[in-house]
Every structure is written in C-alpha cells, then in structure tokens.
C-alpha cells in the first residue's frame, strides 16, 4: 500500500495526465459547477488507476483508512494540477465527498452517518428528505442526474444479489449495518427512482433506552421481560414508523442464551445478542422468475430447524397460517409484528393473512387458532409529537361465541400537548390479572402483584 502511494507522488504525465477539467462552467451555478467537478474527478481516478491500484479499492482485506488514503492521494494531485479549480477551503470537503462516491452511499453517506437522522428519503435525484426526532426536513444534498442515483443503488444491491430494473421495478433491501432500505424505479415511480432508508443505531436500543425515551414504564418493561422467559407468544403490532422492529429487538433480548433462535425476515435487520442464532432471510425470484424462496417457505423450513424460538420479522400475508400453526404445534415464545392501528385490528389482519394463504377455514376456525396461538399483543404507536409509544399491552384470552376476548393490562393514557407540541400522558395499569399467570408459574417466573394493581384512576374513554 505505501509503495502505492510512492508512486502517486512521481511526475504527473506518468501518473494521472494534464487535462482541463473546470472549462466552460462560467454560466453554470456554483453548485452545478462544484457536482461536475467532482463527477469529472471521480471519473478521472477511476480511469487512470491501473490495475494493481483498483485491486486495492475492492480488496476486502484492506481497511477503509488504506483506501481513503489512495483516494485522498489521487484527490490531492489532481486538485494540485489545477489550484484555481477549487478554493482551498473546499479541498478537504471535495476529498471527502469523493471517498464517498467511491466507497459509500455518494451525497447520502453523511447523512447516514448522522446520528440525529432516523430515515433518509430520496425522491428522485434533486429531492431528498430526512426524519430528525420524528419531524421531515428537506436537504440541500442531491445527486447529479438520475444515472447517478442508479449507480449508487446498484452499489447497494449487488453485495445482496438482488436486482431491479423495469421488469422488476421494486425491491426491498439492506446496507451493511442493517439499516433496511426500499427502492420504486420507474415506471412505477413518476419521479424518479425513490430509495427509502430507515437507519438503526449502531448499538442496538435496551430496554433501558426505550424507558428513557418515554417509549414505555419501568412496570411494562419488566412484565415484558416475564412474559418472554415465560415463552409467551407474542404479536407487537403498529403502524409504518412506529417502532415495531425496534420494539421486537427489545424484545428478544430478554430470550435466555441458552436458547436456539431463528430469525425469519425479507431482508434481514434484527440484530440479536444471543451466541445461538440462525438468520434466515427470503429470496426474490431472478430474472428468469424462478428461484423465489418465501418467508412462508422459511416458517416451514425452521420448524425443522430445532428452534426454541421461531422470531418472524414481520407477517404479511399466508406465513400467518404456518406462524400460528408453530405457536400452536410446541413453539411457545415466538415472536412476530404485524401492520394494525389497535389490538382488535390486529386480529383481523391476522384472519385477512390467513385466508391469504389458500385455504378456505370457517372464521370460527380461524378465531380458535389465534386465540390459542397469540397470548399478548403490543400495540405501538406513533404520537403526533414524532415520539413512538407502547399505547396497549393487552392480553388475548379465549372465545365467546364468535369473538375473541382481549382484555387490557398496561395503556397509555394521553392528557394533553404542551406549549412545545410534545404529548403529555401516562403509562397506567388497568388493575387486571392476565389468565396466564399460571406459565409464569410454571417457568419459575415471579411478577409483583403489584403490576395488576390499578394505580391511577383515569377516564380511558
């Protein structure tokens, strides 16, 4: 590596050739100016590397300090070639901006670094928003034309082997940190190809976050915490953003290490701590539409898998009917999430799912299987102030003719919003024993009865 750079440093026209590369930009605005710049560098750098330099770029086993340095060398000299191109004072954010180009995300890669920022939207090349403590703002970063944007979300398919193009217009994805990432081109997309990036931090959220947050009490964190070592089944449910993967990584945290977890997702984002986990994550059909492996297909196949635990990353459609058929079939203590506004809707959505499946069961039959499968529902909810809450911790007991009969343990009670348009509320319990106090029990796991006593008198209505 250090003989690399030693060579970048012998005379220019063995190197990198003389050539003008800020003419004829007079008209154009600074901003455009400085984007051609940098796109006429970047490309410049590329060609002239020669073979042993591009070996370095893409050698895995070279830390990204190694290849920043050749970057910044390569940088340095053209700018050097031409002193007037760019101000001093922009060299140093012109490097950085090609590193970028080179070994990250392009224009978005700071923000991807900035810790303040939950999700990045990108709607089409020259518009691309960011969430900060729940609230959207539009930036000034923008790619330079649509070919650009298209280079960088094939840089964030290929390590996946996942594609898209106007046969396959759509597709779900990751990055390296596991930050989940969906991608609309055209035709579907009228403005452009949309690339949606929601962030995880970089060191998983505890319970104890979550508490700080004002996400949930300390009373609902520990009855959670009993209700997984007791290998309750449990659904959290909620809207797009409202914290259900972050919910469900909690929630797994309290799973024993002595324990065999398999992780079933479309692209894989849960992060879990535990030494004995298997990662499963389904496949899109290729380009010949075959080879396409479901996240039903997954469920099937963990259940010969030998898990203690089956955690599904979400259920949309017919895995719901193998879900439940697990739960009810030995595997206590799974764990999924669903789209739902309530913990009634969930139930729904989950008899919707199942007939998805294929197969024609009375409702009736339906209802007994979940109401045998599911034991606790949590409800998350985004708040209008940004802030994502636990509003329902509710208990799915047995039927009653028909129905499915839930009854509510922990709410969230909201009173009022304050002079800074943030909720003000409290987390109260509804003074009622679940039913399965008994699997507490039977696991050795002690909860106060404290828990279930009510401990504010508040209208819920």
Do not use: W
């Not at 972050?246 to 701590?273: G, K, M």
């Not at 294929?358 to 909810?381: F, H, N, T, W, Y």
């Amino acid at each position: 590596m250090s003989a690399l750079l030693e060579r970048l440093g012998r005379p220019a026209g063995e190197a990198i050739r003389q050539r003008p590369i800020f003419a004829g930009r007079q008209s154009e605005t600074t901003e455009d100016a400085y984007q051609e710049l940098k796109l006429d560098i970047h490309r410049r750098i590329v060609d002239e590397m020669n073979a042993e330099e591009q070996q370095v770029l893409s050698g895995r086993d070279n830390s990204r300090e190694q290849v920043e340095a050749l970057i910044t060398s390569y940088c340095n000299r053209v700018l050097d070639e031409n002193p007037f191109a760019v101000p001093r004072g922009e060299r140093a954010r012109m490097v950085a901006d090609i590193c970028d180009e080179m070994l990250g995300l392009g224009p978005v890669e700071p923000l991807l670094k900035d810790e303040t920022v939950t999700e990045v939207m990108i709607n089409g090349p020259k518009q691309i928003f960011v969430e900060r403590m729940g609230k959207l703002a539009l930036t000034k970063v923008q790619f330079h034309d649509e070919a650009h944007l298209m280079n960088i979300i094939e840089r964030i398919l290929s390590p996946l082997g996942r594609r898209v193009d106007e046969a396959s217009p759509l597709v779900d994805a990751r990055l390296a940190d596991g930050s989940r990432v969906n991608i609309i081109i055209q035709p579907l997309s009228l403005v452009g190809p949309c690339v949606t990036i929601r962030k995880f931090s970089k060191t998983p959220l505890s319970v104890e976050n979550l508490i700080s947050f004002g996400s949930m009490s300390e009373d609902m964190a520990e009855f959670l915490r009993a209700c997984v070592k007791a290998r309750l089944n449990v659904l959290v449910s909620g809207g797009t953003g409202s914290g259900k993967t972050t919910t469900l990584n909690v929630l797994s945290s309290f799973i024993p290490d002595d324990e065999r977890i398999v992780t079933i997702e479309d692209a894989a984002e849960l992060r879990l701590q535990q030494q004995h986990v298997v990662t499963l994550e389904a496949r899109p059909a290729n380009i010949e539409g075959k080879g396409e492996i479901t996240i039903r297909d997954l469920v099937r196949n963990a259940l010969r898998m030998r898990p203690d635990r089956i955690i599904v990353g979400e259920v949309r459609s017919g895995e719901a009917l193998d879900m439940l058929q697990a739960m009810n079939t030995g595997h206590d203590g799974s764990l999924t999430t669903a789209h739902a506004n309530s913990p009634r809707d969930a139930l729904s959505r989950l008899e919707t799912m199942v007939l998805m499946a294929g197969m024609e069961l009375p409702v009736r039959a339906i209802r007994e299987q979940v109401s045998s499968a599911i034991d606790l529902i949590l409800q998350q909810s985004r708040i209008q102030d940004g802030s994502r809450k636990v509003t329902y911790i509710t208990e799915v007991q047995k039927m009653e003719g028909d129905t499915i009969v839930l009854q509510d343990l922990f709410r969230y009670v909201q009173t009022s919003i304050d002079e800074n348009g943030k909720s003000v509320g409290t987390f109260v319990s509804t003074g009622l024993q679940p039913s399965f106090l008994d699997k507490f029990r039977l696991h050795g796991v002690e909860v106060p009865e404290s828990f279930f006593q009510e401990k504010q008198n508040v209208d819920y209505m």
